[in-house]
């Protein structure tokens, strides 16, 4: 189980999904948890992204949103995390 970082910019773009969305409330829920447990899961389609986002991944919430995130490591613990950048429609976040 991963460890996920959020950052001030995925909460802002969380709390905006969830008011345009409040429908998608457990999707996410549900998206986090299987994300933490396992980033690879195919449920989540993950892919890494090229371009101006290489090295960054994104998963899928649902058909038309998606959620970017990095591995990084934990400077204190050593341990892989999931830096958690955003989320938002396929247009939003690309």
């Not at 709390?15 to 996410?28: G, N, Y």
């Not at 990095?70 to 892989?80: A, D, K, L, M, S």
């Amino acid at each position: 189980m991963k460890t996920l970082v959020w950052t001030k910019t995925f909460v802002r773009a969380l709390q905006r999904t969830l008011r345009q969305h409040p429908e998608l409330r457990a999707k996410i829920e549900k998206t986090l948890k299987q994300l933490a447990e396992d980033p690879f899961h195919p449920s989540l389609r993950s892919h890494k992204l090229k371009g101006e986002l290489e090295g960054v991944w994104a998963c899928a919430v649902s058909y038309e949103h998606r959620i970017l995130f990095e591995f990084v490591q934990n400077p204190e613990t050593g341990e892989e995390e999931i830096l958690l950048l955003t989320i938002g429609t396929h247009e939003e976040v690309y």
